[in-house]
């Protein structure tokens, strides 16, 4: 009895030990997180997203690229604005992985990453950093209209997609020039896209209600649908 007591006792020892190397390590992070005075893993940053779409045929890769990601990121969630400098770079890289996908699998992943940048740093100001131009206006608003706002599985899809429709409607330039004989006017698809994810039960619907703020400040916009 007195052996078994005491490899009980080592036992108990041991995961005492375990646990408190686990504590150490993590307020030894957060505690890395608060002094830094620069964004330090922007090479890694990049390579994570050069070699992304080459984890979508493995979900176990894919699900340890994710974590990485969101681990890198997590480490300034006290001081985000030092992710600033190179929020540029970083979004230019994403959005055009979004324009240039080739599978949905391949956009879910890329809007995955997005989403968790914005978390950290703040949807506010990460769209401010989104490029955008006129010509976008039409792959966004398909994608958008090809995408389920009840399916709960693509809602970081909707809602990186609706952050960078917002940025792109408030750009200066007639609506009706995207107007053609087989689709419903522009100005209706966007805002039946507004109704529609407004009426999400997911995050989206934030980034829906943001959309339809700036959408329905346009000049042609206010006066075609506001009574």
Known sequence: PTRRSSDLRDSMVSEETAAAVVVAEEEENIGLGCAMDRFG???EIRGMMSSAWEKVEDERKEEQLLERWKYLFDLYQEQPH????????????LVKMIR???TNHQLELTCKLLF???KVRGYKIVVRYFPHEVEDLEIVVSLLQALNPTDFSSWETRYVLLLWLSIIVIIPFKMSRFDSGSKEPMTDRI????KGQLRSKDKSRDAAGYLASKFLTRPDTR???LP
Do not use: F, G, Y
């Not at 030092?82 to 890289?93: E, V």
């Not at 805002?191 to 507004?194: A, E, I, R, S």
């Open 41 to 43: 893993e922007l090479d």
């Open 82 to 93: 030092l992710i600033d400098p190179h929020l540029t770079s970083i979004l230019d890289t």
């Open 100 to 102: 240039e996908h080739k």
């Open 116 to 118: 968790h940048l914005a």
């Open 191 to 194: 805002l039946q896209l507004c």
């Open 223 to 225: 006066d075609s649908v």
